[in-house]
């Protein structure tokens, strides 16, 4: 046990790990809306945008958080503003955009080379270097983000899976779009000192896409995948300790190995819930939806001829 | 007392290409009216304009009297065309049916027992009790549209519109969604459909609007299905098969194939 507190007493260690644990949680819940939104790209794209604010804030001697903030924003707004017309699609507006910010920032780099050095960290990630301001940032993040999607939990929910209906039944999805849009930057501008520009996406889609294996319901799945978010933030953070390796890319992949982690889970317990399910009648195979009602069985050949005309394969239930 | 559905002269269009100018229409409260169409003649844009989703160059659309972008509860009921629904997202039949009340007042994402007792009346009422707690997709056709009625009527709307709800689906689920509707209609909603089934709507609606970037017809579908206002709707030759009271419509020329076998 002692072996496992030892990084617990140093400082870097514990702000690490805090940082860590609340970026996982807000990864996790504000993932979940971009994988079921289908925007995994949004987030990458977005890191690299704000890597290019953050640059020209430097030069400028701005605030990281400020100039991060801004050209993050601007590209949301941009990204969303370019995607009403129907001619471009998100994908391709996301690639302009974020891209063009991005290499504006290395552009400026290059004239100024003595930024390599500091910002190597926004580009990979420097959890060992996150101050009690960052943990103040971090922390009011990932309050009020919680707070936002509690508080907005239906009508998110809704526009997330039908956008279209949830307008005609009155729901505002424009002021929703920008709302999350907003909450997906300041997720991504503080989550970049965890695990960095390069791998913000895996940091947003991994602990939602392991929830997503292990639940077919919306509210579960939410509640999953911040749970796995902060498991993946902590055990990243005592595995890149133990072993020695850079923080984020130790994150990242530890998450990876709970995701396929997952995946096999998810298709063991298919297949047990399948084969509980089949069983013969005679020469018949056939399956029951797991709630369903059985029927007799009298497996004498010739003895369920009624069974027979009843006979289905309906799916079985797998909501978990 | 104002009809719930009235177009006067819409002007509308959808990617820069005009869908229908100067559109008159009028749909009376207590109406069951079915629109048909071909593909991409505007079926699904006019609904939109009777939704108030659509922008409206010039004209006027009301509902109860009232135009349609002032009116903040519009008390519709829409069920958008299934093939679009996303099947593998995480909700249960219940999640999809609770959406219709996700635009009240209540902001805790939890359900209230008053709620989750409408949700289980209503699925009663439709014959989806059973299948409440399953996922959307280990669902059959049948008992997806009726999840998507529920949604659509659990806020008790005064007016129904579904946009093709007999598509992609057998023949006998076909039958019960017009039925079912039949019978909502039965006691007092407006309900508005689009179709591409011909003879489902000449055996089961009352009243239908024959569309192609315009009204070309409206009608009982006895009165107006003859072979001048279909082929003029579908630009294709129809022939109408007529036994007692049915309506059998058919292209008029079959493909013939050569049998040397």
Known sequence: ?320 | MSPAIQLTDVTTSYENNVVFTRLSLQIESGQFVGIVGPTGCGKTTLLKTILGAQTVFCGQVLLNGRPVESVSNKKIGYIPQLESVDWSFPVTVEDVIMMGLYTGRRFLPWQSKEERERVKDLAEKLGIYSCLRQHISHTSGGQRQRAFLARALISDPKLLVLDEPTSGVDIKTQHEVLHLLGDINSQGMTIILTTHDLNAVASHLPWVICFNNGIVAEGRPRDIFTNDILTKTYGSDIIIIKHGDYHLIANSTPLKFNHNT
């Open chain 1, 1 to 320: 046990m002692q072996f496992f507190l030892e990084p617990l007493h140093y400082e870097f260690f514990r702000h690490g790990l805090i940082a860590a644990v609340l970026v996982g949680a807000l990864c996790g819940l504000v993932g979940v809306h971009v994988v079921l939104r289908g925007m995994s790209y949004v987030g990458h794209g977005l890191s690299h945008a704000a890597f290019g604010g953050a640059v020209i804030g430097f030069v400028l001697n701005f605030n990281f958080y400020i100039g991060a903030g801004i050209m993050g924003l601007f590209a949301a707004l941009l990204i969303n503003q370019l995607t009403k017309n129907r001619k471009i699609k998100s994908d391709a507006a996301i690639g302009i955009v974020t891209t063009a910010i991005f290499a504006l920032g290395v552009a400026v780099i290059s004239q100024q080379r003595n930024l390599n050095k500091s910002l190597e960290a926004a580009l990979f990630g420097n959890i060992l270097g996150i101050t009690d301001s960052d943990l103040m940032i971090i922390g009011l993040v990932t309050a009020a983000t919680i707070i936002i999607m509690f508080l907005s939990y239906r009508p998110l929910l809704f526009a997330t899976f039908d956008q279209e209906t949830a307008q005609v039944f009155g729901i505002k999805t424009e002021a929703l779009q920008l709302l999350f849009a907003l909450i997906l930057t300041l997720s991504v501008i503080v989550a970049i000192n965890i695990v960095g520009v390069t791998m913000i996406a895996a940091a947003l889609i991994m602990p939602a896409m392991t929830a997503r294996m292990l639940t077919d319901r919306f509210g579960l799945m939410q509640l999953y995948s911040v749970i796995i978010g902060v498991m993946i933030g902590a055990g990243g953070m005592f595995l890149s300790y133990f072993f020695n390796i850079a923080s984020g890319a130790t994150i990242v992949l530890f998450g990876a190995a709970i995701f396929c982690f997952s995946v096999m889970v998810r298709h063991v317990r298919e297949r047990i819930a399948l084969q509980a399910n089949f069983h013969r009648h005679g020469n018949l195979i056939h399956s029951h939806p797991l709630n369903s009602e059985r029927h007799n069985h009298d497996h004498t050949i010739g003895a369920n001829e009624d069974v027979k005309k009843r006979a289905h394969t309906d799916p079985p239930d797998t909501n978990r």
